[in-house]
């Protein structure tokens, strides 16, 4: 807890992950004065922001405690129970994204459902309780057939794509509750980034590549190579319709198959994403940043592009702890990548940081980055 | 005090003021761990910095206890005493900038006879302890005669602009060591800001006008308008030569006049300085994330400009103590404009932030940032 009173605008994050940690950043430059709920003072954002508060963002007292003070309440996480946030809003709190919003990220059946109704490009899906659900949509909609949790689930864990009756029926042993899709054969994954401000501004970034390996991003091309302009802007259209029907309040990150012939929807995320950390540097306005004006309800900032080519690369936790060590190598060779790490532990698979490269041309860009979080990964020279 | 242990490097921050505040956004992104000695907890670095220590600057045994587990020790102000920064050296801990650089930017007699004998473009200069020193002085170099107390001016106090014996008599009244220096007659003010590593690398930003009200930088334009790039490369030079006959460690800001025949070295300082704000968005490396890499010894990040031209505006408090309320005007007028807030309660004439705008041409980017910065203070529409 802090010994200040503050100056200005509180604004209070439930969770104290990367994502809060990176919104200290633009908090620090607007005088907004952050707070974070963490489960442990050693978490991500907790090592950075004063006003840290020990609790459980699945109790609701814990919650009420946290939010006392606050000029607007937000999310690091899809975690927080829906109906708690709904109590909060009729506390008095103003919740930013609100529940009825933010189910539909918490909820890929709501989602869908919703989505649907709206004309948003979905795949085939229904709701499945058992291997006869199962194999009913793998009649209708061929196999291989995906089976999602239905909440909970992220980078991958949560979604097993089944190519038999044996498969479904490993899915369906974890025991939750569990929706089918059709199998979406595609080219590549985007991603669109938007934002809407409660009085109903809303602004795009541009559209990216989001390169995925294992189910977990590893790398994000902005702006999206060689995309057509017009898909470009229909997959903007897409996501600013979806942030405005479903009264998204603060950033909505869209990502999508791009299948040749069409987009199709995959899955919404209200929060600051992982497809958008190219922004701290790439764009005028971070998307950090984006998501304090918008919870705030002040005019939302520029998204244009810093530069023609940006490149950010995930750094994945490897055997090695020290990762300090490796910033020699990195920094001498490339005196502009621009390193972030999260002040995690490094386990293996774990996110525990990004690069980034900004510059003209797209190879050159991304060998720069690959080149830094290669190195800084696994101490590998390429 | 935290809470955890530290993941990555510890630098430790003499000084909890907005430029150990502006240097925390860098080191959240680099995974440095930032501690700072404050006087108080509502300081404006301590309100963003969870390592925050109370305790006395010129207190030794104060700076020992700060200075345990830190990988480095570096200053957000000048005023440590020049004997304990020597004592903690001496002590075995890694301080940045060491006492024999520090003391140039602390003793502006010292600075004066090193630059002297540097050959660097220096006033005529003397220590004056009384008035026949200083009418002597004048007989020599003409009125008027700058009067500047030795140690402890800053943004104009501790310099007096002498054009008689009457004003020099006012001036000797504050009873401080005083020196002597010869009126320049100048066009306008540049500064260059210069990084220099332990290892002896050094890289220097592009020169800068910078524009005064009252003793006071208002306004930054870089790079320099206009500026003949001989001159340009000229006061690179000059700057980098100071830093490592100095033997600097971290950023070296030197203040010059630029007479329209020739470049004077005004003041030196060694940390963060208001002349390279504008480098947080407009080059690819910060000024505060350029200082952290140099005190950790670290290679140092690309200067380069991210846009054309940058104008930086300081915010001084005005009369009205709720700056926040005006952010709805700026951000929606100028969606491109980035705001920073230093966490500090306004007084008149105080610094409270700054403005920053990027763009392609001199007069718009100029005049976007006096925009939002007349409006943030005085309410008023330009």
């Not at 057939?145 to 089944?162: E, H, I």
């Not at 059709?182 to 602004?203: I, M, N």
């Amino acid at each position: 807890m802090s010994s200040y009173s503050p100056i200005g605008p509180v604004v209070g994050v439930v969770g104290a992950g990367q994502l809060a940690r990176m919104t200290q950043q633009p908090a620090i430059a607007l005088g907004v004065e952050l707070r974070v709920l963490a489960n442990a003072p050693d978490e991500s954002a907790a090592r950075v922001i004063v006003d840290t508060r020990i609790g459980d963002y699945r109790d609701l007292g814990d919650l009420r405690a946290f939010a006392k003070g606050c000029d607007a309440i937000t999310f690091d996480h899809e975690h927080v129970p829906t109906e708690h946030i709904s109590a909060l809003a009729a506390d008095g709190f103003a919740v930013h994204p609100g529940a009825e919003a933010l189910v539909h990220a918490q909820d890929k059946a709501v989602m869908r459902e919703r989505l649907t109704a709206l004309g948003a490009p979905c795949p085939a899906w229904a709701r499945v309780s058992g291997t006869e659900d199962v194999t009913a949509f793998a009649a209708e909609h061929g196999w291989p057939v995906v089976l999602k949790a239905v909440r909970g689930g992220y980078d991958g864990r949560g979604v097993w794509v089944c190519r038999s009756v044996a498969d479904a029926e490993a899915a369906l042993a974890a025991g939750v509750p569990l929706m089918a899709e059709a199998f979406v054969p595609f080219e590549r994954e985007l991603a669109v980034l938007v934002a809407r401000s409660p009085h109903g501004q809303g602004v795009s970034y541009p559209v990216v590549e989001t390169v995925q390996q294992d189910g977990i991003c590893v790398e994000v091309l902005a702006p999206a190579p060689g995309l057509d302009p017009e898909e470009a802007a229909q997959a903007q259209r897409i996501a600013l319709q979806i942030a405005h029907e479903l009264g998204v309040t603060g950033l909505l990150a869209v990502e999508m198959f791009d299948t040749g012939h069409g987009l199709v929807v995959n899955e919404l995320a209200m929060r600051p994403h992982n497809s958008g950390h190219w922004t701290i540097e790439g764009a005028r306005t971070s998307q950090f940043e984006q998501h304090l004006r918008a919870v705030l309800d002040l005019p939302l900032g520029s998204p244009a592009m810093t530069a023609p080519v940006v490149v950010m690369a995930n750094l994945l936790g490897g055997d090695d702890p020290d990762l300090f060590e490796r910033y020699e190598h990195v920094m001498a060779h490339d005196p502009g990548i621009k390193v972030h790490f999260y002040g995690k532990q490094v386990r293996p698979g774990r996110k525990i940081g990004h690069v980034t490269a900004v510059g003209d041309d797209l190879d050159t860009v991304r060998a720069r980055a690959r080149h830094a979080a290669v190195h800084l990964t696994t101490g590998e020279y390429t």
